[in-house]
C-alpha cells in the first residue's frame, strides 16, 4: 500500500485522455508522476500542461525508471491489455478504459494476471460511478421500492470514440449498467433494425427481472435514459443528471439531480458523468480504503454479454 498520495503514471494522451481523464488525475488524491504516448511532442506537452514529472514514449522504459504504484491507461483498444500486462508485471495497479482487451477472453487473461500478481485492475466504466446511477442504485434497494421487476436502458448517441463498433465500444457499458442495477444476466435475444444499427436487446435476468437495451447511433442529440421498475416504484434518470420518482397509489413524483436539487447543484460534468468518481475510486481502492469495482471480471462479463449480441439473430441465448 502506497504511503502518501498514490503515484501515477499515465499512457495515452489523445482526447479522452487530455480533455476528461488527465484532468480527474489531476483532482483525485494521485501524484501525477510519468505521461507516456508515442507521439513525443504530445507526452512533452500534456507533461508540462498537467504538471507531471517525467514523459516517456514507452510504456516498459517509464516503469523501469519510475518508481510508480499505480498505472492508468487510454489509448487505442489494443494498447489497452498490453500496456497492462506491462504495468501489472512489472507491480503496478491499472486503470485501463474499456475496452480492457479485444475479446472477454483475453480480458479474463488480463484478469487472471491481476490476480496473480494481487493487484487492482480497474476498467473505465464510468457510468456505474456516475452519481444519479449511484442514487438508483440506492432508491431501487429502499423496501418501499420494492423488488425490481424491469429496467430500460435507452441510449441515443452520435458516432463514438471515432470507432465503428458500437458492440465493442459501447454496448459493453450499458450491460455492465444493468448488471449493476438487476445482477447477472440468464438469457437474451436481439433485434436489429439493420446490420449495423439501431438494436433492441431484451435480457432475463437471474433474478427474474427483465431489461431492455435500445441502442441508436448515430442521431444528432445524443441521449441517455435509465429506468427502474419496481413492485411499487418507478425510477427514471435522465442523461445523468436527473431522477424522477413515482410511486404507485400516490401523485408523489420526487426529483433528484442537476437543476432542482442539491447533490448534482455545482458538480462539474467530470463528477456528473461519472468520470471523476471512478478515477478517485480507483485512487482509493489501490491506497487500500476502498473495496475494487469495476474488475476485469466484470469487463469480461460484459464483453461476453456484447459478444453474443454481436452474433444474435432474433433467438434467445442462454448466458449460462
Ligand atoms: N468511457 C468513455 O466514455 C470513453 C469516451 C471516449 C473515449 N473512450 C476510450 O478512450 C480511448 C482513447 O480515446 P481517444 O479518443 O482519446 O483516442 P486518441 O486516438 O485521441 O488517443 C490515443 C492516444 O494513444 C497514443 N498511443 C497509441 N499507441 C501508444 C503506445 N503504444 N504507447 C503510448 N501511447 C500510445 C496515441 O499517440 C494517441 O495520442 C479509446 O479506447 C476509447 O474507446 C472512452
Not at 98 to 105: I, N, W
Not at 162 to 190: K, Q
Not at 234 to 252: L, M, P, Q, S
Request: glycine content about 8%; some cysteine.
Amino acid at each position: 500500500m502506497p504511503e502518501g498520495n498514490v503515484r501515477a503514471g499515465f499512457v495515452g494522451c489523445g482526447v479522452h485522455a487530455r480533455e476528461t481523464l488527465l484532468p480527474a488525475v489531476q483532482r483525485a488524491e494521485m501524484d501525477l508522476a510519468a505521461i507516456c504516448d508515442l507521439d513525443k511532442r504530445l507526452a512533452q506537452r500534456t507533461t508540462r500542461r498537467f504538471g507531471a514529472f517525467r514523459s516517456y514514449q514507452d510504456v516498459r522504459t517509464m516503469l523501469a525508471e519510475m518508481d510508480l504504484d499505480a498505472v492508468l491507461v487510454c489509448g487505442p483498444p489494443e494498447l489497452h491489455a498490453e500496456a497492462a500486462a506491462i504495468a501489472l508485471d512489472g507491480g503496478c495497479h491499472v486503470w485501463m478504459e474499456a475496452p480492457a482487451a479485444p475479446t472477454a477472453e483475453e480480458t479474463l487473461r488480463l484478469a487472471e494476471l491481476a490476480a496473480a500478481r494481487g493487484l487492482i485492475a480497474q476498467v473505465g466504466f464510468a457510468m456505474r460511478f456516475a452519481p444519479v446511477y449511484r442514487r438508483l442504485q440506492e432508491i431501487a434497494s429502499e423496501e418501499q421500492f420494492g423488488e425490481v421487476r424491469a429496467i430500460e436502458v435507452a441510449l441515443w448517441l452520435p458516432k463514438m470514440h471515432g470507432h465503428d463498433d458500437p458492440v465493442l465500444f459501447d454496448l459493453p457499458h450499458a450491460l455492465d449498467l444493468v448488471r449493476t442495477l438487476g445482477g447477472d444476466v440468464a438469457e437474451l435475444s436481439v433485434t436489429r433494425a439493420s446490420d449495423t444499427q439501431p438494436l433492441l436487446v431484451g435480457l432475463k435476468l437471474q433474478s427474474g427481472a427483465i431489461a431492455s437495451i435500445s441502442f441508436a447511433a448515430p442521431v444528432a442529440c445524443p441521449r441517455e435514459q435509465v429506468t427502474v421498475a419496481g413492485t411499487s416504484t418507478v425510477a427514471v434518470a435522465d442523461d445523468r443528471r436527473t431522477i424522477t420518482v413515482k410511486r404507485c397509489g400516490c401523485e408523489e413524483i420526487s426529483l433528484w439531480g442537476a437543476g432542482s436539487c442539491r447533490a448534482g447543484a455545482g458538480a462539474s460534468p467530470e463528477r456528473l458523468e461519472g468520470y471523476l468518481p471512478e478515477i478517485e475510486h480507483f485512487a482509493a481502492a489501490v491506497a487500500g480504503d476502498a473495496q475494487p469495482l469495476a474488475t476485469l471480471q466484470d469487463a469480461a462479463a460484459a464483453q461476453r454479454l456484447a459478444e453474443l449480441i454481436a452474433t444474435g439473430d432474433g433467438g434467445v441465448i442462454s448466458v449460462g
